[in-house]
């Protein structure tokens, strides 16, 4: 299906420029020439892009887009203004602009800018029905894929979450373990309990001891009362225990009796305690291996192992990429000013470029600080940190209209008809269609000319309306 952009401006040579040089990328365009029949426009048909003059009778661009932005119409917005100052560029962004641009504009520039908006709003709509669906199948909390080895974690989780097994998740460290363990809690018949997390690699045994069990008054110097351990807090709920391979085996001795019987006591106590707590743990290394190198108990390793996930790094599911910086980007768009909204192409190529040993923590922690130095609206590779895009020299400039996929003659020959296709609207609106005076101002017959202008299907008589130099400030 076509894409289908709607112009609107009051001045009928920019909407027909407009007009041409976009139907010309393959868009479907409509045109207003005020601001409330493009609102009756956009209300009737689907659109997804509208370019709109900013200064208009009636109603002002800034209008028409605070109106479809209150009604929540999904599609992109570019505002075109001659008034190229701070305070209109930041007044228009505010009002939920996606770009501006300044007038007289470039075709070329302004191709660009449809282009990558259109390409976003694909990225985002593609996020939101991601989300979607995620919520009509599963409680999957903050979890965005559509990579076929997660989809199959997603359909693992939502069988076993509400059996109440004891869960073993293996992936490397930053792949989102503790969300999969939320999710599996969120499955259970006890999601209306507690779900209590501990990183087992941080504390050391005497602190590890008294986190999970809790501890009596006067049990050792600094414990001046009694304290509820992770497995008390956890009742009727679920205990997530990342890195449990790293637990010391007189640790692995008192989890193993916890998983045996519910039982345990406090430090320095003597009640014996019981819960009901379903377990979920979690390392990034293989405790099969630790098993056989005598570091991890066998028999604590199997009560662990009724139920295992995998999760594949980020690097094995790079299609994932634009979709999660996508979501990040807007988690994190609130902290500036004005919102950053949007990833350039070369930015997103260095996300998906990169390795990510940090796999998904790297990625938000990224697209945090790439928020953070972005330099107005838009993340360039630049923002992004120097160890996931790093600083090279800059490359020759090159056209972005060059596509070194097709041979040289076909490109060539498209390239020449754009800009004669461009050449000859500015022309005829320039001398109001009239054949003669184009003829002498280009410097070829009029039958060259008219040739010209059958052959781009352009009707002089259209732009015998208005005079046309460059497009006016709006």
């Not at 939920?96 to 641009?101: C, N, R």
């Not at 359909?155 to 503790?178: A, C, F, H, M, R």
């Not at 259970?188 to 008054?217: I, K, M, W, Y």
């Not at 990169?354 to 590779?381: C, F, Q, Y």
Request: proline fraction near 5%; charged fraction near 30%.
């Amino acid at each position: 299906m076509k894409r289908r952009i709607l112009v609107v401006d009051d001045t009928p040579l920019i909407r027909e420029h407009l007009r041409v040089i976009l139907e010309m990328d393959g868009f479907e365009v409509e045109t207003a020439s005020d601001g409330r029949t493009a609102l009756a426009c956009v209300r009737e048909r689907v659109f997804h892009l509208v370019i709109t003059d900013l200064r208009m009778p009636d109603m002002s661009g800034i209008e028409l887009l605070t109106a479809v932005r209150a009604e929540k119409l999904p599609f992109g917005v570019i505002v075109l203004t001659g008034h190229g100052d701070t305070q209109v560029a930041l007044d228009v962004m505010k009002a939920g602009a996606d770009d501006f641009v300044t007038k007289p504009y470039e075709p070329d520039h302004l191709r660009f800018l449809v282009q990558r908006i259109l390409e976003r709003r694909r990225l985002i709509d593609e996020l939101q029905q991601l989300r979607m669906q995620m919520r009509e199948d599963y409680s999957f909390h903050n979890m965005v894929s559509k990579s076929p080895k997660m989809r199959k974690v997603f359909d693992l989780i939502k069988q076993v979450g509400p059996l109440g097994s004891t869960v073993l998740v293996y992936g490397e460290t930053g792949t989102g373990k503790e969300l999969v363990a939320q999710a599996i809690h969120a499955a259970d018949t006890r999601r209306q309990g507690p779900f209590v997390a501990l990183n087992c690699a941080v504390l050391h045994d005497s602190l590890l001891e008294s986190e999970l069990f809790g501890h009596e008054r006067g049990s050792f110097t600094g414990a001046d009362k009694r304290k509820k351990g992770r497995f008390e807090y956890a009742d009727n709920g679920t205990l997530f225990l990342d890195e449990v391979g790293d637990v010391s085996p007189a640790m692995q001795a008192k989890l193993l009796r916890v998983l045996q019987s519910g039982t345990f006591e406090r430090v320095g106590g003597t009640e014996t305690l019981k819960v009901d707590v379903r377990i979920v743990a979690a390392s990034n290394k293989r405790l099969e291996e630790e098993v056989k190198a005598g570091r991890f108990r066998s028999d604590l390793f199997y009560r662990l192992n009724v139920i295992r996930v995998d999760l594949p790094a980020l690097r094995e599911r790079p299609e994932d990429i634009p979709l999660l910086a996508m979501y990040f980007l807007e988690k994190f768009k609130p902290m500036s000013t004005p919102p950053v909204t949007e990833i350039d192409s070369e930015a997103m190529q260095a996300l998906i470029d990169h390795t990510w040993p940090g796999h998904v923590r790297e990625l938000e922690n990224a697209i945090k600080a790439a928020v953070a130095m972005a330099d107005g609206s838009v993340i360039h590779r630049d923002a992004l940190p120097p160890a996931v895009a790093p600083r090279a020299r800059k490359p020759i400039n090159t056209s972005p209209l060059i596509d070194i996929e097709r041979p040289l003659p076909d490109l060539t020959n498209d390239l020449i008809g754009r800009v004669e296709r461009d050449y000859f609207v500015r022309l005829l609106a320039q001398y109001r269609g009239n054949v003669a005076r184009c003829a002498k101002h280009s410097g070829l017959s009029r039958r060259s000319v008219t040739q010209k202008l059958q052959k781009y299907e352009l009707d002089r008589t259209r732009f015998k309306d208005a005079a046309f130099v460059e497009p006016v400030e709006g």
